[in-house]
């Protein structure tokens, strides 16, 4: 089993900025995926960005630039640095961790709010 506790959060106006972190303890397996997703009312959760074990990135197009993550991976921890926050960032975030060739793990989620 794998366990993710998130940290982070909140509420911010436009323009402001937020940092998730993410530590993954238990059953780990050195070659996986860490990242994060989103999920506003209404709407389909949706891949914010990941980073593999190797150093890969992928971001949302509409986060590019905006949003960096990063990972220890001595620490099993990953972050994800929001800067230049919209309204249209507010969702509940959501660590997830896929180990290679396995099923994804997921933390319990995160409010982010961006609101004047």
């Known amino acids: 089993q794998v366990q993710l506790v998130e940290s982070g959060g909140g509420l911010v106006q436009p323009g402001g900025s937020l940092r998730l972190s993410c530590a993954a303890s238990?059953?780990?397996?050195?070659?996986?995926?860490m990242g994060w997703y989103r999920q506003a009312p209404g709407k389909q959760r949706e891949l914010v960005a990941n980073i593999f074990s190797g150093g890969r990135i992928n971001y949302a197009d509409s986060v590019k630039g905006r949003f960096t993550i990063s990972r220890d991976n001595a620490k099993n921890t990953v972050t994800l640095q929001m800067n230049s926050l919209k309204p249209e960032d507010t969702a509940v975030y959501y660590c997830n961790y896929n180990p290679a060739g396995s099923m994804s793990y997921w933390g319990q989620g995160t409010q982010v709010t961006v609101s004047s």
């Open positions: 238990g059953r780990l397996f050195s070659v996986n995926t």
